[in-house]
């Protein structure tokens, strides 16, 4: 119990520190990506937080496995360097004991990433699924910043407004250009240009039919194509148009957002491929600890960083696998019963050769003595 408990303290203290610092490698690396997104007017400040907590679950299912490889390797790999594998050895723990020890902290560790990947991440997918479907029912003015030109929308417009109250609902100052329509191939197709411009604007909803429409007041509307007859300029005192259409209930259908009680039965690939996939992270677990413990014995002399690399590259040749079969599994490459499960029993040899390989050479260094002896009595 004591070196079951002392070798658990200084894996789960190895994988924390690993996985937070991957975590927060990870997370930042996306939340710089939203800040973007928000900064060029594609999504509300507000709710940048709210989407990085519900993508959270997923980043750690993923950060999870891969910390406790590198904390088994990194943890061990120091007990080997300061000789305690050496003296445990000598007490009489084998490496089947060592894997025993490792079993229960290992175990905790895939009931987690089981609830995440099963359960947690889908949810937090829908989640954020449905912040996006609904930023993009969102007008252009939601996201309008005060003396900044905003671009984007489905006919390239550019708004401006040179003063905004804080809800974003009253402007003054109002400039709006309404340029060209995106064609089905990919350009633009030249219309009637719209420019507005106004001394204020009110942004309402209609409660009755859920529509929102801009008010403007005192200004004047431009439209055509400047040099032609048909040019027109009209001065207004109130001018009301419609931003958006009514708001209906948000549809989440992406894979990674559906429950998997929806992929349970499911006769669709795509749908096949995402449930073994989600089965997978927790089975991906006891397999790399098997892999890990003997990656991780080195000398002294070569140091704890020197399978390091090498141990590296077979994580990410599993992943690569898994990654590429569950695809082969949509495109009905290979068939679903095989599905992923063959990567596992893969690199569950390879991890059954690797903890056997001392005992294998040991044997062989017998036979080979044996075969010796024979001969020189011959």
């Known amino acids: 119990m004591i070196i079951g408990t002392y070798l658990s303290r200084q894996l789960l203290s190895s994988t924390i520190a690993i996985t937070f610092i991957l975590s927060l490698i990870l997370v930042s690396g996306r939340f710089i990506k939203y800040l973007a997104d928000a900064a060029a007017g594609r999504l509300l400040g507000e709710v940048l937080l709210t989407i990085m907590v519900y993508r959270l679950p997923g980043f750690l299912e993923l950060i999870l496995p891969l910390g406790l490889f590198l904390g088994v390797l990194l943890a061990y790999g120091q007990l080997y360097m300061n000789h305690e ?164 209930e948000v549809k989440v259908s992406k894979l990674k957002a559906l429950s998997t009680l929806e992929l349970l039965g499911s006769k669709d690939l795509n749908r096949q491929a995402e449930l073994q996939w989600r089965l997978s992270l927790p089975l991906m677990v006891f397999v790399i600890v098997l892999l890990a413990i003997p990656l991780s014995k080195v000398s002294p002399r070569q140091g704890r960083y020197n399978k390091l690399f090498p141990s590296i590259l077979l994580y990410l040749a599993y992943v690569s696998l898994l990654i590429s079969s569950q695809e082969w599994i949509a495109k009905g490459k290979i068939n679903a019963g095989i599905g992923l499960w063959w990567v596992h029993g893969l690199f569950f040899a390879i991890a059954m050769l690797l903890l056997s390989w001392e005992r294998i050479k040991i044997y062989w260094r017998a036979r080979s003595v044996q075969r010796e002896a024979v001969s020189r009595s011959a």
């Open 85 to 248: 594998m050496t003296v445990l050895s000598a007490c009489g723990i084998s490496q089947g004991q060592l894997v025993r020890f490792t079993a229960l902290p290992t175990l905790c560790l895939a009931v987690m990433v089981g609830l995440l990947s099963l359960y947690v991440s889908p949810l937090g997918n829908r989640a954020v699924e449905t912040i996006f479907a609904q930023q993009d029912l969102r007008s252009e003015f939601e996201t309008l910043s005060p003396g900044r030109f905003h671009t984007g929308g489905q006919d390239s417009s550019v708004i401006y407004a040179e003063g905004l109250s804080d809800d974003k609902t009253r402007m003054k100052k109002l400039f709006i250009y309404k340029g060209e329509k995106p064609t089905k191939k990919g350009g633009w197709e030249r219309h009637n240009q719209v420019v507005v411009v106004a001394e204020s604007g009110v942004r309402r909803l209609d409660e009755s039919t859920g529509i929102q429409y801009l008010d403007l007041f005192n200004g004047h509307r431009y439209e055509g194509v400047p040099g032609h007859a048909d040019y027109q300029v009209v001065g207004f005192e109130r001018y009301s148009y419609k931003l958006s259409d009514p708001i209906s």
